[in-house]
């Protein structure tokens, strides 16, 4: 037993593979398949698979619970604990845990005893030591897993026995059975553990600090037994001086083994509650964690260090978290932060982050607690920034009270900064580097300050439903009195005043604070817009900053701006303030809000840039007046002066300038405002957005609006903030300098032109024209010489560096130019995309049309960089799904008819004349909206008829009424411009347009497909490209399955149209199976299909064809198919061929399979003749055939042998028959119906539906008469595949025979070949 190999379980294939053997060893037979496959499946790698499996398997030995499958469900388990697959042995061991859980009657001791029988250590095989060891292992843990082994004493015991005999296999186990023995032991009650304790846990104290396992048994004995501990080992002090060397060692082997599991281990917080327990926790801190753990230099034992810290918050007191957060693990986690940039490093701040957000999810009740641990790692700073990031999400669990005084405690620390408060570090690299610049006091404060005021943005931003009003409107006024305000001297009015600067705000500092305060701006606003009841009276946040800021104004002698306002700039001010009140007045109006968030915007901004923005809020005052009071007054108002612009066309040169600064919350606000007043838009306004995105004048001439950048400013100071932590990363950026330094020479090589070179060339001249001409080859040049040279040369290397570098600097210039551009035009595309979306009824959204396409056509042909496809998608996307795709259009067009129908030429003309066909998808999309728009429209200068129409009185191809009227649209014209199209593309070799083009044109306006179809019926043959000609095929296939299109046909239109169509087939398929060229394949492949999609309609609408002249000539063509039926496309082409063939009453020809094996070839070696019999079947399994001496099979028996006989020579007759293309016919028995002439019976509902089939094609199943007697000649009609008939008919169509037989010649040949393999068959 204990020799024989632990094989792997048999899969049901092997079983029934092994079947015949002589001797069942497993016992396979007695169980089903279902019951096997269960195995099976709960080893695979899939969770549910094996869970599932698992349940199945429970389930089906309950039913059966004294069966012999509980016997081998055991053995099969037991086997599979050591299988030689590693992934297979936890899912046999949690199954055989889950059995031994369900049916308690199993006896722990028997299962535990056939385990050691069946894997005996001393009798297993070498090879096989390790599967023994693991199947152990698994089944004490299957034992342990089922939960019944703590109250199993005996099992118990002999269990741990094993365990402990395992452990001694470390190579192989490691530490596992020691794991498993203190898991064990710790399920176990007080008394047992009292009376195993002395046979598990050592008494000597050098072997119980020399493993974790030993140390964590001895933790377990001394939380649950401690007297009996004390009996057995006496009183230990682990902390002693003696012992902590020895518990540093233990607990980095601890840290090495949950090195890929990445977690603490037990016995690391098991030391920890000791400590608490026995207070002796400052020296377990100090003497293992920071002078121990952490002096090793030991990444594992870091991390332990730090996971000790996040699992240790929640368990000490307020002191003691202060003690630990300033000591050197918090420091050592601070170097780690900022040390671990780079992707593929290991980052420990997402684990600390979850540590963090537990202890203040725990402790919201203990507000201080939660600040003294958010405050310290506040503290924690690498030259005055933080190591923590300013956005941190476990603010989210604190109470308010702890969130009030964090708030409390940053503003304090931005207003006076305390450096030697806080815990500063620097990384091994920057101590090495003894940068003085790093430790300057001033840098570290603005460090400081920047982050601070981005942290109190972040807070408003992540809890702004949490965060009491009050607080947000602190943390906002705080932010906006230190962006523009400086404190003169303290007022009780003004809280802000009470705790001035330590150290004045710098320029950078400043700036910063500045665009903190926009951002939270930003966030303000966004809430307001998502929840205006949550504020105070419901007012913006704005306008409370707004008033705010005047108060801080009429306070002059306390408060003083940092850039003080002119007196114009303070009426500018006053002035706005009045027209928000009058806005306040008129709220009513739907615009006024909007007019209200843009007036007190460029107001904020009028302390950031005064002069512009006073500018700005004189004509944005200016604008709303006129706007409120020409809805006011209508047309009461006074007169305009003509030379002065219209507002709209003012407010929208506002928007254009406010668009040019790069702020989100401005460019929400003008999408906003021009919502409001799009719809009073003037054709001078629209012209001045179109200017902006026209892309030919934009970059030839000066812009009107000056597009702003602060990206330069903020490079500079993320260039000072980042200056320390690329010190990290010096070996790569001397590698990339090296790099940059090679590619300026070689563009510096590159750039060297003819100049230069005669500049050289007249330089070396000289100078061997100083050292003599004719002494060039006795004597080199003297020092003198050389030295004058060498000036010379350096001089001239030297301008030509810096006509280089000039050139660069232009080169960088303009591509920056470029892309500022580039971001103004998707910035600006935000005022199109409002004007398409709120207002497509107006007619100025037609003039969109050029512009956009032309966006397109640019950055489809220069999208390299990201700022040009991110244009092109945003353009795209307008053009497409706002405008072309959009319910709503122009339905008043005025006088742009004719204008309109231009357009729509130029478009599709544009469109055949573009490179590609994805540009070219865009000109032709505008062409069919411009179609939509006139036939939905009405207009004074309508479409008059022509002057032909008006003579004949009636419309050459008339509009029909509802849906599909036309409109303005002239329908002639439209046919001449899409037909030529049409044209082009079934002509031209390389046509950008597509069949998808016209099928969506024809889809839309089914009345200009019904024009030009005749167009695409004649280019599907004749002298074109076969390409082309597949192309025609293709469009009018999909164009014929088109309800759109049916509707538009009477019925006579229709079944001419079906007949041309075919007859155009029918000539394409005369040169069937000579396709030479791909193409040409094409052709037929899509002539073929086009035939099919013919049949289909005719059989819906029940069309009468004749269909002779088609048959023939298929069927002439059918052993040239025959031929060239050997690649993947041809018997494409084969089943399409049939296919038609099926439609007209030929069934395909079934295809005999050879026996190779009766037949062995002649030329066959021995040598491939040993290789075929591999995997040959047993003899049991193949099937037992008797020939006779003419090499025919034969049956035993004899009745047997005469009905296989008929049967087969029927079957032969048969398939020779189909061969040749003629179906053959049967006899019917007296009194039943016959079937298709081509299709054997099978069952009554088969001989039913067959029968309707070919009733439908036109061959109902009616008796026929044997195959030997002709068929009479009168009988054969001349037209109907697909009848479209009368019910009176319907008795005189059954009696017709299909198609196939209905033609005399075919009629004649097929009876005389009938007969003769009907001779041939009957023969013995």
């Known amino acids: 037993m204990g020799s024989r190999e632990p094989a792997e379980p048999m899969s049901p294939g092997d079983a029934m593979q092994n079947s015949a053997r002589p001797a069942d060893r497993h016992g396979l037979l007695k169980h089903s398949r279902e019951f096997l496959d269960f195995f099976w499946d709960i080893a695979k790698p899939e969770q549910e698979t094996r869970l599932a499996a698992t349940e199945k398997l429970l389930e089906y030995l309950r039913a059966r619970p004294k069966g012999s499958e509980m016997k081998y469900a055991l053995k099969r388990l037991i086997t599979g604990l050591g299988v030689g697959r590693e992934t297979a042995r936890p899912c046999y061991s949690l199954a055989l845990a889950q059995l031994l859980q369900s049916f308690e009657d199993l006896p722990l001791c028997s299962i535990l005893q056939q385990i050691q029988e069946k894997y005996d250590l001393h009798q297993v095989k070498k090879a096989m030591v390790r599967p023994a060891l693991f199947a152990n292992l698994f089944g004490v843990l299957a034992l342990f897993q089922s939960g019944r082994l703590v109250k199993d004493q005996e099992a118990l015991r002999k269990s741990v026995k094993l365990l402990q005999a395992l452990a001694q296999y470390q190579n192989h186990l490691q530490e596992q059975p020691r794991k498993a023995l203190v898991d064990i032991l710790s399920e176990v009650s007080e008394a047992t553990l009292q009376e195993m304790l002395p046979e598990v846990l050592s008494t000597d104290l050098d072997a119980m600090l020399s493993c974790p396992e030993q140390l964590e048994l001895f933790l377990l004995a001394q939380q649950k037994v401690p007297s009996r501990l004390k009996k057995l080992v006496g009183s230990v002090n682990l902390f002693s001086d003696e012992n902590v060397p020895r518990l540093v060692n233990v607990l980095k082997m601890a840290a090495s083994s949950v090195k890929k599991e990445r977690k603490l281990p037990a016995v690391a917080l098991e030391l920890l509650r000791l400590a608490l327990k026995e207070d002796k926790f400052l020296r377990f801190w100090k003497g293992v964690v920071e002078q121990g753990l952490l002096k090793l230099q030991f990444w594992p034992a870091s991390y332990l260090c730090f996971r000790l810290l996040g699992t240790a918050l929640p368990l000490l007191t307020k002191e003691q978290l202060q003690l630990v957060m300033r000591g050197d693990v ?28 537990t202890f203040l999810e725990g402790c919201r009740d203990d507000p201080e607690r939660q600040l003294a641990v958010l405050v310290a790692f506040s503290s924690a700073t690498n030259h005055g920034l933080p190591v923590v990031p300013t956005f941190w999400r476990v603010v989210r669990f604190l109470s308010p009270r702890a969130l009030q005084g964090y708030v409390a405690w940053l503003q304090g620390m931005f207003l006076q900064p305390d450096l030697d408060s806080l815990i500063d570090l620097s990384t091994n690299s920057q101590k090495k580097a003894q940068d003085a610049s790093l430790h300057v006091p001033e840098r570290a ?86 929840a205006p009841e949550q504020t105070r009276g419901g007012q913006p946040w704005t306008y409370r900053l707004v008033q705010f800021a005047d108060l801080l104004l009429n306070h002059s002698h306390s408060v003083t701006p940092v850039t003080p306002l002119t007196a114009q700039q303070r009426q500018a001010w006053d002035r706005m303030l009045q027209t928000l009140k009058e806005l306040e007045a008129a709220s009513s109006e739907p615009r006024a809000a909007a007019f209200q968030h843009l007036l007190l915007l460029v107001g904020i901004h009028l302390f950031k840039s005064p002069t512009e923005s006073c500018d700005l809020l004189g004509d944005i005052q200016t604008c709303i007046r006129k706007s409120l009071g020409e809805r006011r007054h209508g047309s009461r108002t006074k007169a305009i002066d003509p030379q002065e612009p219209p507002w709209v066309e003012v407010l929208v040169e506002i928007l254009l300038a406010l668009l040019a600064q790069p702020s989100h919350l401005i460019r929400q606000v003008a999408r906003s405002v021009f919502g409001h007043v799009c719809s009073h838009l003037t054709p001078r306004a629209l012209q001045l957005i179109l200017d902006v995105l026209n892309p030919e004048t934009n970059e030839n001439e000066d812009d009107h609006v000056v597009v ?217 999309n505008a062409s069919l909206y411009l179609l939509r728009v006139l036939k939905g429209s009405t207009a004074e200068g309508r479409v008059h008829k022509t002057q032909e129409e008006l003579e004949a009185g009636t419309n050459p191809s008339p509009a029909p009424e509802g849906p599909q009227a036309a409109g303005c649209l002239d329908l002639n014209l439209a046919m001449r411009v899409y037909s030529s199209a049409l ?73 001419q149209l079906i007949g041309q169509v075919l007859t155009k087939v029918t000539e394409n398929l005369r040169t069937l199976g000579e396709a030479q060229t791909k193409a040409e394949h094409q052709q037929a492949l899509s002539s073929l299909e086009l035939l099919n999609t013919v049949f289909r309609t005719c059989k819906h609408e029940k069309l009468t064809l004749d269909l002779t002249v088609l048959l023939g000539v298929l069927q002439r063509q059918q052993q040239g198919l025959r031929q060239g039926a050997h690649s993947t496309s041809s018997s494409r082409l084969l089943d399409l061929y049939w296919q038609a063939m099926k439609t007209l009453g030929v069934q395909r020809p079934k295809l005999e399979k050879k026996d190779t094996k009766e037949i062995p070839s002649t030329t066959q070696s021995p040598i491939s003749r040993k290789r075929k019999k591999k995997g040959f079947l047993p003899e049991t399994k193949k099937r037992k055939k008797h020939t006779s001496e003419d090499g025919t099979p034969a049956a035993t028996g004899g009745s047997q042998s005469s009905s296989t006989g008929r049967k087969r020579n029927r079957t032969k007759a048969k398939v020779l028959a189909q061969a040749n293309g003629t179906p053959t016919t049967k006899g019917p028995a007296p009194g039943t119906p016959t079937l298709s002439p081509s299709t054997p019976a099978k069952s009554p509902k088969l001989r039913k539906k067959n029968q309707k089939l070919s009733q439908v094609n036109g061959a109902p199943g009616s008796s026929t008469k044997p195959a030997g007697q002709k068929q009479p000649q009168e009988v054969l009609p001349k037209k109907g595949v697909l009848d479209k008939s009368s019910p009176s008919t319907l008795a005189r169509k059954k009696a017709r025979p299909p198609l196939v037989i209905r033609s005399p010649s075919l009629l004649q040949s097929g009876a005389k070949k009938k007969n003769v393999q009907l001779r041939k068959a009957g023969k013995p």
């Open 330 to 357: 918090i420091r050592h986690y601070g170097e780690h932060t900022c040390t671990t940039k780079l992707p593929n490093q290991f980052k420990f701040a997402p684990e600390m982050e979850e540590y963090v957000g």
């Open 983 to 1055: 044209s082009s593309f079934l002509t031209k070799r390389h046509s950008p347009l597509t069949v998808p083009m016209f099928l969506s044109l024809f889809s839309r306006h089914p009345v200009l497909c019904k024009s030009l179809l005749p167009v695409l019926v004649q280019h599907v043959t004749g002298p074109g490209r076969p390409h082309q000609q597949a192309q025609a095929c293709l469009l009018l296939q999909k164009t014929l399955s088109m309800r759109e299109v049916r509707s538009c046909f009477q019925d006579p239109e229709w079944k």
């Open 445 to 530: 404060v603005f460090r400081l300050r920047k982050w601070i005021i981005l942290r109190l943005v972040s807070l408003v931003d992540s809890l702004h439903l949490e965060m009491e009003e009050a607080l947000t409107e602190q943390v906002a006024r705080f932010c906006l009195f230190h962006s523009f305000f400086v404190t003169k001297k303290p007022t009780s009015q003004i809280p802000e005043t009470r705790q001035q600067l330590s150290l004045p705000l710098e320029s950078q500092a400043q700036e910063a604070v500045s665009s903190a305060f926009f951002s939270l701006l930003q966030t303000l606003s966004t809430q307001f817009k998502l």
């Open 708 to 924: 702003t950048d602060e990206s330069d400013e903020r490079w500079l100071k993320a260039a000072e903030d980042k200056s320390e932590d690329g010190e990290e990363n010096r070996g790569s950026e001397s590698e990339d300098q090296s790099e940059g330094e090679e590619s300026e020479e070689e563009e510096r090589d590159g750039d060297v032109d003819q100049g230069f070179r005669e500049q050289l060339m007249s330089v070396l001249q000289a100078g061997k024209a100083l050292g003599g001409e004719e002494s060039e080859d006795e004597e080199e040049l003297g020092d003198e010489a050389m030295m004058a040279l060498d000036q010379s040369l350096a001089s001239l290397f030297a301008e030509q560096k810096l006509r280089i570098q000039a050139r660069r600097d232009e080169k960088s210039k303009l591509q920056k130019e470029k892309a500022l551009r580039r971001d103004f035009q998707i910035r600006v595309l935000d005022l199109v995309e409002v004007l398409v979306t709120k207002q497509p009824e107006n007619v100025l959204v037609l003039e969109l049309l050029e512009p956009l396409l032309s966006i397109i056509r640019r950055s489809l042909r220069s999208s390299s960089s990201k700022q040009e496809q991110d244009l092109l998608h945003k353009t795209a996307r307008i053009f497409t799904h706002h405008l072309c795709r959009g319910r709503r259009y122009c339905h008043d067009l005025g006088d742009r008819v004719e204008a309109l129908h231009g357009q729509v030429a130029q478009l599709v003309e544009q469109a055949g004349r573009q490179p590609d066909s994805s540009t070219a998808l865009y000109h032709f």
